[in-house]
């Protein structure tokens, strides 16, 4: 009985320490159609320390979000990279958004995005690559909601675009 215990310490105490060590690489965005205002209410989730360890290597000096430490350049930075990482057609048409502000939610950052004069919503394509480039198996979640349906997307590096018809 001895030996078994032993041997149970010896192989399965090492594959359940290394589940725990694995990261799940996710982001997820929500966005709503809201036709009374004629607009795309855009919310996207990132882990702050996964968003910070990219804009540190991309820029070359250590990014701080949600801290003492943060400065305007580091919320600029993360600013640009989504802006970059994120677009959006709507109706066939790319179209820009507007920045609202962000957030911080315990381990997350919030970013606020809103895109005006949708009359109405017939397709939307996304392509989000936001952190792919850092992380391999990262997944990036798309919500759609608008009155009638919700629907959505997972994004990774194989397929960063996804497209949805009304």
């Known amino acids: ?6 041997i149970f310490l010896i ?5 359940l320490m290394a589940a725990t060590i694995h990261k799940f690489y996710v982001t997820t965005t929500r966005i709503e159609y ?3 205002e004629q607009s795309l209410q855009i919310i996207t989730e990132i882990f702050t320390d996964d968003i910070e360890q990219t804009l540190t290597k991309r820029s070359l000096k250590p990014v701080h979000l949600d801290s003492e430490k943060e400065t305007k350049e580091d919320v600029l930075l993360l600013r640009e990279y989504v802006f970059k990482k994120f677009v959006v057609f709507v109706n066939g048409t790319k179209v820009n958004y507007d920045y609202i502000g962000l957030q911080y939610d315990i381990d997350r950052v919030k970013l606020y995005l809103e895109i005006t004069n949708i009359p109405s919503l017939i ?3 996304i392509e989000n690559t936001i952190l792919f480039d850092a992380y391999q198996d990262q997944q990036n979640i798309i919500h759609v909601k608008t009155p009638e349906v ?3 997307l997972v994004l990774d590096k194989e397929n960063p675009k996804g497209l949805l018809k009304f």
């Open 123 to 125: 397709s939307i394509e």
């Open 1 to 6: 009985m001895k030996y078994l215990k032993i």
């Open 34 to 36: 809201v036709a009374q």
């Open 11 to 15: 192989v399965v105490v090492p594959i």
């Open 150 to 152: 919700r629907r959505s």
